[in-house]
């Protein structure tokens, strides 16, 4: 990051429980303003480190900076930033009104201040006229409003979202997602999000951490995550790949272990064992023996198809390996299975990952 | 193979079971309802109905013995379940959230003041305050059973049930609910005062409720501890009972029922105005 402050600063953050390393010395800068997810499988430590930030937890190790003022050890009252919990944790025996209400009255905002922000607050997340109403008497996607309010009345400095659709149906989370990034651009605050499920992430944010083991393998923006992964678990964990074993030959070029030569940028040197991953949407079926102008192509036989309505799977052994190849927007299948093909792609669309 | 089948009981089987609980009806609440009817009857003998009449209520509220034994069976209940609804709820929450030495053996013996019957409890306190006694005596002042050491001991066996109803009301408790009100900005006393407290409120209630029952109710124990002055009012009528039944008890001990019923239902129709305002919010 080029920004002088970044809105939060982990340096060499490590969290144990007892024998568990919960997060292993993780580094991450977030931008002011940016909208941040935190991406990772259940247990790789992506909402412990959401909690060190909010102050939920204290990080055993490490340095913890929110707007360049070291927090790593304050308590959760006395930090910028507020949480959207993972099932809202709205007070119960609290009306809407009051649950939003509840953060500024512990700072001590008094009227007319106090019901001018909560209005305020109410309106952003269209909640407006349920204010005397009970949590259980809200659906979960108003729940989630209630929540939001509820933090973002407070004008925190960063807000942190513990998978905040997680407990919404598909149709209501995709709604939100749009929603929320509407409602992050409107404040202008930084958001920072958990969440295990990528295409959420991917959609929402500008930036990803993806999370495994405790460590923090990759930041980036979702292009780059997607189609640079950084490590085989990455292109693995993002969306759908095919990893083939290979080893690599020169700097644009690795050999896959049948034996085919092709063409892929990679910095590690010759020799090495790696991986490359290759998504099925981003190569071709064409018949057998026709081959690209440029880009690489390997010769295969259609085993296998999956018709799924808006694309089409192919699988298509080459040798020992097997490769899925995804068609969209095409009428007809032209191959059938036993078919003999040439699986193409255009330069670039291979990326080498570190083992 | 075909119709229905038949899951029920037989006809007779049901008769028979209806029958076997009106019986078991009666069996509970005949002898209340003799024991009330009796109370309003106008002949000093107790078994001889001689008319309607208020006179032994009447009696009962003159005599000083009996007065001075509300009095005191009032105060010790108030105070013994006030206390023991702080104290008991402070042990269930130390109980059910922070790890101490001796933790465990706390959680196993908190709860042996409801196992260990009456006697054993009482001589054991009996015991204690002798000793106690004789040890702060040492130092001066002189005390003597009465009235506070009925309460304390009271306090001692309620602080038991408060806690293990609080406790079951913690095992359910939601805590992001406080990290939640601790991420705004609540300190750790606010987050207890504003969020946790009224949360378990149902708990600390019953537990208060069941408390003051049994204090009202208790007659080993306080027999016991208590000294002159100090009689509760079911250790004055277990003690007079042995000069008789006289219907000045059955007027006692129907207005004894009169108000423990009054507690159950105030208590019953506290929880349906909670219930049916949020019903009623709900509507709308």
């Given at each position: 990051m080029?920004?002088?402050v970044?809105a939060?600063e982990?340096?060499?953050v490590t969290k144990?429980?007892?024998?568990v390393?919960?997060?292993?010395?993780?580094?991450l800068a977030i931008?002011?303003?940016e909208f941040?997810?935190?991406?990772?499988p259940?247990?790789?430590?992506?909402t412990?480190?959401?909690?060190?930030?909010?102050g939920?937890d204290?990080?055993?190790?490490?340095s913890?900076r929110i707007?360049?003022?070291?927090?790593?050890?304050a308590?959760?009252?006395?930090?910028p930033?507020n949480t959207v919990?993972?099932?809202?944790?709205?007070f119960?025996?609290?009306?809407?009104?009051?649950n939003?209400?509840?953060?500024?009255?512990?700072?001590g905002?008094?009227?007319?201040?106090?019901s001018?922000?909560?209005?305020?607050?109410?309106?952003?997340?269209?909640l407006?006229?349920m204010?005397?109403r009970r949590?259980?008497?809200?659906?979960?996607?108003?729940?989630?409003r209630?929540?939001?309010a509820r933090?973002l009345v407070n004008?925190?400095k960063?807000?942190?979202?513990?998978?905040p659709l997680?407990?919404l149906?598909l149709?209501?989370?995709?709604?939100?997602?749009?929603?929320?990034k509407?409602?992050q651009?409107?404040?202008?605050?930084?958001?920072?999000?958990?969440t295990h499920?990528q295409?959420?992430?991917?959609a929402?944010s500008?930036?990803?951490?993806?999370?495994?083991?405790?460590?923090l393998?990759?930041?980036g923006t979702?292009?780059?995550?997607?189609?640079r992964?950084a490590?085989r678990?990455?292109?693995?964990?993002i969306?759908?790949t095919n990893?083939?074993?290979?080893s690599v030959e020169?700097?644009s070029?690795?050999?896959?272990?049948n034996?085919?030569l092709?063409?892929a940028?990679t910095?590690?040197?010759?020799g090495?064992r790696?991986?490359?991953?290759?998504?099925p949407e981003?190569?071709r079926?064409?018949?057998?023996?026709?081959?690209?102008?440029?880009?690489?192509s390997l010769?295969g036989?259609?085993?296998?198809?999956t018709?799924?309505g808006?694309?089409v799977?192919?699988?298509v052994a080459?040798?020992?390996?097997?490769?899925?190849?995804?068609v969209?927007?095409e009428?007809g299948e032209?191959f059938?299975?036993?078919?003999?093909?040439?699986v193409a792609?255009?330069?670039g669309a291979a990326?080498?990952?570190?083992? | 193979?075909?119709g229905?089948?038949e899951v029920?009981l037989?006809?007779?089987?049901?008769?028979?079971l209806?029958v076997?609980a009106w019986a078991?009806?009666?069996?509970?609440?005949?002898?209340i309802?003799?024991?009330?009817?009796?109370s309003f009857?106008?002949?000093?003998?107790?078994?001889?109905?001689?008319?309607?009449?208020?006179q032994?209520?009447?009696?009962?509220l003159?005599?000083d013995?009996?007065?001075?034994?509300i009095?005191?069976?009032l105060i010790?209940?108030l105070?013994?379940?006030v206390?023991?609804?702080?104290?008991g709820t402070?042990v269930?929450?130390a109980?059910?959230?922070?790890?101490?030495?001796g933790?465990?053996a706390?959680?196993g013996t908190?709860?042996?003041?409801i196992?260990?019957?009456?006697?054993?409890?009482?001589v054991?306190?009996l015991?204690?305050?002798?000793?106690?006694?004789k040890?702060?005596?040492?130092?001066?002042?002189?005390f003597?059973?009465?009235?506070?050491t009925v309460?304390?001991?009271?306090?001692?066996?309620?602080?038991?049930?408060?806690?293990v109803?609080?406790r079951?009301?913690?095992?359910q408790?939601d805590?992001t609910l406080?990290?939640?009100?601790?991420?705004?900005?609540?300190t750790?006393w606010?987050?207890?005062?504003r969020v946790?407290?009224?949360l378990?409120?149902p708990?600390v209630?019953a537990?208060?409720?069941?408390?003051l029952?049994?204090?009202?109710?208790?007659?080993?124990?306080?027999?016991f501890?208590?000294?002159?002055?100090?009689?509760?009012?079911?250790v004055y009528?277990?003690?007079?009972?042995?000069?008789?039944?006289?219907?000045?008890?059955n007027?006692?001990?129907?207005?004894?029922?009169t108000?423990s019923?009054?507690l159950?239902l105030?208590?019953?129709a506290?929880?349906?105005?909670?219930?049916s305002?949020s019903q009623?919010?709900?509507?709308l």
């Amino acid at each position: 990051m080029t920004d002088p402050v970044a809105a939060v600063e982990i340096e060499g953050v490590t969290k144990r429980f007892g024998e568990v390393v919960a997060v292993d010395n993780i580094d991450l800068a977030i931008g002011d303003g940016e909208f941040f997810a935190l991406l990772g499988p259940s247990g790789c430590g992506k909402t412990t480190t959401l909690r060190m930030i909010a102050g939920l937890d204290l990080p055993t190790e490490g340095s913890l900076r929110i707007f360049g003022e070291e927090v790593g050890m304050a308590p959760p009252d006395r930090r910028p930033v507020n949480t959207v919990f993972q099932a809202y944790a709205l007070f119960p025996h609290m009306t809407v009104r009051q649950n939003i209400e509840f953060g500024l009255r512990m700072r001590g905002i008094k009227n007319p201040e106090l019901s001018q922000r909560v209005a305020e607050a109410t309106g952003m997340v269209r909640l407006a006229g349920m204010e005397e109403r009970r949590p259980d008497q809200l659906s979960g996607g108003q729940q989630q409003r209630v929540a939001l309010a509820r933090a973002l009345v407070n004008q925190p400095k960063v807000l942190l979202l513990d998978e905040p659709l997680g407990a919404l149906d598909l149709k209501l989370r995709q709604e939100m997602q749009q929603e929320l990034k509407a409602l992050q651009r409107e404040v202008g605050i930084t958001f920072v999000f958990v969440t295990h499920d990528q295409e959420e992430a991917l959609a929402m944010s500008e930036r990803i951490g993806v999370m495994s083991e405790g460590r923090l393998l990759q930041v980036g923006t979702p292009r780059e995550i997607y189609d640079r992964p950084a490590s085989r678990f990455v292109a693995d964990f993002i969306g759908r790949t095919n990893i083939l074993e290979a080893s690599v030959e020169s700097a644009s070029t690795v050999r896959l272990d049948n034996g085919a030569l092709i063409e892929a940028e990679t910095s590690t040197p010759a020799g090495s064992r790696v991986a490359v991953s290759l998504r099925p949407e981003r190569v071709r079926l064409q018949p057998h023996g026709t081959t690209a102008a440029e880009g690489s192509s390997l010769d295969g036989e259609v085993r296998d198809i999956t018709y799924l309505g808006h694309a089409v799977v192919y699988e298509v052994a080459a040798g020992p390996v097997s490769i899925e190849v995804r068609v969209e927007g095409e009428v007809g299948e032209p191959f059938a299975a036993g078919d003999e093909v040439t699986v193409a792609w255009d330069r670039g669309a291979a990326a080498v990952v570190a083992d | 193979m075909s119709g229905v089948v038949e899951v029920g009981l037989g006809r007779r089987t049901r008769r028979g079971l209806a029958v076997w609980a009106w019986a078991v009806f009666a069996f509970l609440y005949v002898p209340i309802v003799v024991l009330v009817v009796f109370s309003f009857n106008a002949s000093s003998r107790v078994n001889i109905w001689g008319g309607f009449s208020f006179q032994w209520y009447g009696e009962a509220l003159r005599n000083d013995v009996i007065t001075s034994a509300i009095r005191v069976s009032l105060i010790v209940a108030l105070v013994s379940t006030v206390v023991s609804m702080v104290l008991g709820t402070a042990v269930a929450l130390a109980l059910a959230r922070y790890r101490f030495r001796g933790r465990r053996a706390l959680d196993g013996t908190v709860y042996l003041p409801i196992v260990i019957p009456d006697i054993t409890m009482a001589v054991m306190l009996l015991v204690f305050f002798a000793e106690a006694f004789k040890f702060i005596d040492s130092f001066g002042p002189r005390f003597t059973l009465g009235i506070s050491t009925v309460a304390l001991s009271h306090i001692a066996f309620n602080i038991s049930f408060v806690c293990v109803v609080v406790r079951a009301r913690l095992d359910q408790f939601d805590r992001t609910l406080e990290e939640a009100a601790r991420d705004l900005y609540a300190t750790g006393w606010q987050t207890f005062r504003r969020v946790t407290l009224p949360l378990i409120m149902p708990g600390v209630a019953a537990g208060g409720l069941l408390a003051l029952t049994l204090s009202l109710d208790d007659v080993v124990i306080s027999a016991f501890v208590s000294g002159p002055g100090s009689t509760t009012l079911p250790v004055y009528v277990f003690s007079s009972i042995r000069r008789g039944v006289t219907p000045e008890l059955n007027a006692i001990s129907t207005l004894m029922l009169t108000a423990s019923i009054a507690l159950v239902l105030g208590s019953l129709a506290l929880q349906r105005r909670r219930a049916s305002a949020s019903q009623q919010t709900q509507v709308l």
